[in-house]
């Protein structure tokens, strides 16, 4: 069971800004930098977060299915104590889906990513291929 008790009360309290709507990152640099709330990022001293470059047509498909469920999940957090934000779960909702189709997408290319995957159903394929350490999934 997820514990929410972590997350305390005002964490979004100042993340709305003069349209009352929280100023997001777009999926891309919110991924890069772990926060998707701009008011909420706060560099670590000097560091600058990397611009991450996907070397392989699978890489690439991964890396944008990574930004937008991180993205959405970000969007999870903040409508579990903003529920009737409807701009904000308009917007969960399409990263959601684009999420929910890369995720697709990516598994009729390469194969299952997770667990409950569709894929697993008839046979699990972990056992079948190489690990990326192995030489696998190039």
């Known amino acids: 069971m997820y514990n929410y008790n972590y ?10 800004a003069k349209n009352n709507q929280p100023n997001l ?3 891309e640099e919110g991924y890069d930098k772990g926060n ?3 008011s909420l990022y706060q ?14 047509e699978q890489g690439k498909l991964f890396l944008e299915l990574s930004r937008y469920a991180f993205a959405a999940h970000e969007l999870n957090l903040y409508l579990d104590l903003h529920p009737d934000d409807t701009t904000m779960l308009t ?3 399409d990263y959601r889906m684009k999420s929910n189709n890369l995720m ?10 997770t667990v409950s995957s569709d894929d697993l159903a008839t ?13 696998g999934n190039k």
């Open 91 to 93: 917007l969960f909702n």
């Open 7 to 16: 997350i305390p009360n005002d964490y979004f309290r100042n993340v709305k």
């Open 25 to 27: 990152y777009s999926p």
């Open 43 to 56: 560099p670590y001293k000097n560091y600058q977060p990397a611009n991450l470059k996907a070397k392989s």
């Open 123 to 135: 046979s699990f394929l972990w056992e079948k291929d190489k690990w990326p350490w192995e030489g």
């Open 36 to 38: 998707l709330f701009e």
């Open 104 to 113: 697709m997408e990516y598994e009729q290319k390469y194969g299952p990513l």
